[in-house]
């Protein structure tokens, strides 16, 4: 499902009558159906074409493939059959690149559901709280930037075999999903304002261009204009920064 609906071609249910898991399906989708899609279809990151011995860390088994929710604002990665238990996520791996200034790039990250830790309304520290964890990428010197250079170490699942010993055949291809969202820049400041625009947390693209038709940063916040149909209740996560008093 998770792979189909980041290809952002057909989904397809083929579960018997009355076995499909509907919490999966219900991330996928909006309350008319219609698919939370990125902005572009997943593809293999480029660095998973390169030699271990250059660069490469995923094996001759592992895969780790990239895409997008809303342009320059948020990226996900979708890794499975990682038989070392932890890999990097690298500044060449972002697809649009990652915009970097002269100043200090702040993200935002999580793993899909981690541990059933949420982000929850009036939550005052959402890292100690394990909502999500930040990661500050220095800024380029000399006019250029080492695009290889690791931005987390992120831990695999456990790898199971689909031979007929297995106890839950083909859990390798489970996948760990990885979101990163860049914190918000205005229009007349460079500089992170603090705010990070999560998205749907509840979803498997959180923040999809299809329920987000547009998002500008503030110079003390962020505004959005959602799409869905009539009586929807969307969920919307939001991080404010400490100091602001708004």
Not at 22 to 37: N, P, S, Y
Request: hydrophobic share 35%.
């Amino acid at each position: 499902l998770v792979l189909a609906l980041m290809s952002t071609g057909p989904v397809g249910i083929s579960d018997a009558i009355g076995m499909t898991n509907t919490t999966l399906v219900k991330r996928a989708i909006t309350a008319d159906g219609t698919l939370l899609k990125p902005s572009k279809p997943i593809t293999a990151v480029d660095s998973s074409f390169v030699d271990p011995t250059a660069g490469g860390r995923l094996g001759e088994e592992g895969y780790l493939y990239g895409t997008a929710g809303v342009m320059g604002m948020s990226w996900i990665f979708v890794s499975f059959k990682m038989k070392q238990q932890s890999y990097n996520i690298t500044l060449a791996d972002f697809y649009p690149s990652l915009p970097l200034s002269s100043n200090p790039t702040l993200l935002a990250y999580r793993t899909l559901f981690d541990e059933g830790k949420r982000c929850y309304d009036g939550n005052k520290d959402a890292v100690a709280s394990g909502c999500i964890q930040l990661v500050s990428i220095p800024p380029p010197t000399h006019h250029h930037t080492n695009r290889i250079q690791q931005i987390v170490s992120m831990t695999s699942k456990t790898i199971a075999t689909t031979d007929d010993s297995s106890p839950s055949p083909g859990i390798e291809f489970a996948p760990t999903i990885t979101y990163f969202w860049q914190g918000c820049s205005s229009q007349n400041n460079d500089n992170n304002n603090g705010w990070f625009l999560l998205g749907e947390l509840n979803k498997y693209v959180p923040l999809s261009p299809v329920r987000f038709q547009s998002v500008v940063c503030l110079d003390y916040g962020v505004s959005t204009v959602l799409i869905g149909s009539v009586g929807e209740l969307v969920d919307v996560v939001a991080l404010k920064p400490h100091y602001d008093n708004i």
